[in-house]
T-cell receptor, first 111, second 112 residues
Framework: DAGVIQSPRHEVTEMGQEVTLRCKPISGHNSLFWYRQTMMRGLELLIYFNNNVPIDDSGMPEDRFSAKMPNASFSTLKIQPSEPRDSAVYFC?????????FGQGTRLTVV | KQEVTQIPAALSVPEGENLVLNCSFTDSAIYNLQWFRQDPGKGLTSLLLIQSSQREQTSGRLNASLDKSSGRSTLYIAASQPGDSATYLCAVNTGANSKLTFGKGITLSVRP
């Protein structure tokens, strides 16, 4: 298996623009997580899904953030409108209950 | 609310030294605990997973132990090498399909 695949790897966008991050989990994994990593706050859970259903979105900073998982092999995290404070590395991870496996992350820069 | 602490935040050791990285958590009702390695600008690589019923796991020069009752885990690295330089993160899981709660990590530097 190719592991968790995230795209794009890097994204630079202007403040106010919409940003969409994508994730393909490992086949057979039924849990998917979106994390954000910054120097100041470390790794923070934004939202996670079990069997494509959002279970806990309490980490989503505000209404500008939304996440979807339309099927077992794809998820998106959308920020609209983006702001400079959203600049961070966004990680997607998947699991089937025996440890989580992470993608390489998307480095987002909002200017 | 589960909180995970890793102290110190950074550690520098000479090559060849055996070392221990510590992780503590506040809620002992965990399902499993996972140690990760992160190289600069890269994703997280899983090193070891310890189930709540286990006391330790080993992989090569790495050994992770778990003491659930005291809320502690340690990652032991034998005969450290410069290639071990990275950030090591500990994360606890409270259920089979639940979220991981991470510590802030320990940045390890192994000097040649």
């Amino acid at each position: 298996d190719a592991g968790v695949i995230q795209s794009p790897r890097h994204e630079v966008t202007e403040m106010g623009q919409e940003v969409t991050l994508r994730c393909k989990p490992i086949s057979g994994h039924n849990s998917l997580f979106w994390y954000r990593q910054t120097m100041m706050r470390g790794l923070e859970l934004l939202i996670y899904f079990n069997n494509n259903v959002p279970i806990d979105d309490s980490g989503m900073p505000e209404d500008r953030f939304s996440a979807k998982m339309p099927n077992a092999s794809f998820s998106t995290l959308k920020i609209q409108p983006s702001e400079p404070r959203d600049s961070a590395v966004y990680f997607c991870a998947s699991s089937r209950g025996q440890g989580a496996f992470f993608g390489q992350g998307t480095r987002l820069t909002v200017v | 609310k589960q909180e995970v602490t890793q102290i110190p935040a950074a550690l520098s050791v000479p090559e060849g030294e055996n070392l221990v990285l510590n992780c503590s958590f506040t809620d002992s009702a965990i399902y499993n605990l996972q140690w990760f390695r992160q190289d600069p600008g890269k994703g997280l690589t899983s090193l070891l997973l310890i189930q709540s019923s286990q006391r330790e796991q080993t992989s090569g020069r790495l050994n992770a132990s778990l003491d659930k009752s005291s809320g502690r885990s340690t990652l032991y690295i034998a005969a450290s090498q410069p290639g071990d330089s990275a950030t090591y993160l500990c994360a606890v899981n409270t259920g089979a399909n639940s979220k991981l709660t991470f510590g802030k990590g320990i940045t390890l530097s192994v000097r040649p």
